[in-house]
């Protein structure tokens, strides 16, 4: 049976909605949603059955971890190590479409971290997105929904069509213009730009 999709509106979420998909992944279910940068796939950060299938889903090695999201910069020090000047930049680029490698802290699973015990984290700008993880309370795993070709899917009934025997509800947000994040390496003295994406330091 295929999965099912729910329209949230991008400006003003309906709170029943959004506690309904917070609900479906603090129980360890997969979803896909919208955030500011492309349609994602994700689940919760502590659900290692959760984790595992993604995975599965996406034919990921184990060895490069996914990144996760959370909705605002409060509880950082949970899951990284952040200096002031690190800190001081992300407050000024997020929310936004970035992806911070920092450390990472114990809290982090071992199977989100490299091996350089670090992780990647993001602060999206979508009103969706981060409504949905605030009813989580914990962070929530993020990957591109693409079709076979690499192609990013845009389209909810294309990701359901792709990948709706692994979900449990897709968020219809509404269009949006797919593109990468800008991908920042904080873990050093000076920060580095690993990829240039929709986000502009």
Not at 20 to 49: E, Q, R, W
Not at 170 to 199: M, N, S
Request: glycine fraction near 8%.
């Amino acid at each position: 049976m295929a999965c099912e999709i729910i329209e949230i509106n991008p400006v003003y979420p309906q709170p029943r909605r959004i506690q309904h998909v917070a609900d479906i992944i603090k129980n360890g279910g997969m979803v896909a949603f919208p955030t500011d940068s492309t349609y994602g796939i994700g689940c919760d950060l502590y659900n290692k059955p959760a984790i595992d299938l993604l995975y599965q889903i996406k034919n990921r090695d184990v060895r490069s971890p996914f990144s996760f999201l959370c909705a605002d910069l409060s509880d950082l020090a949970q899951y990284a190590k952040v200096g002031n000047q690190a800190y001081k930049m992300m407050r000024r680029l997020t929310p936004g479409p970035f992806t911070f490698i920092l450390e990472a802290t114990r809290l982090v699973p071992k199977i989100m971290r490299t091996k350089r015990y670090t992780v990647g984290i993001r602060v999206p700008d979508h009103t969706i997105c981060n409504a949905i993880i605030r009813d989580v309370s914990n962070p929530v795993i993020s990957t591109t929904a693409k079709d076979l070709s690499g192609e990013y899917l845009a389209d909810p009934w294309d990701i359901r069509e792709i990948y709706g025997d692994h979900l449990d509800v897709i968020v219809d947000g509404g269009p949006l213009i797919p593109g990468l994040t800008t991908i920042v390496d904080l873990t050093g003295p000076e920060y580095a730009i690993i990829r240039q994406g929709k986000g502009d330091v």
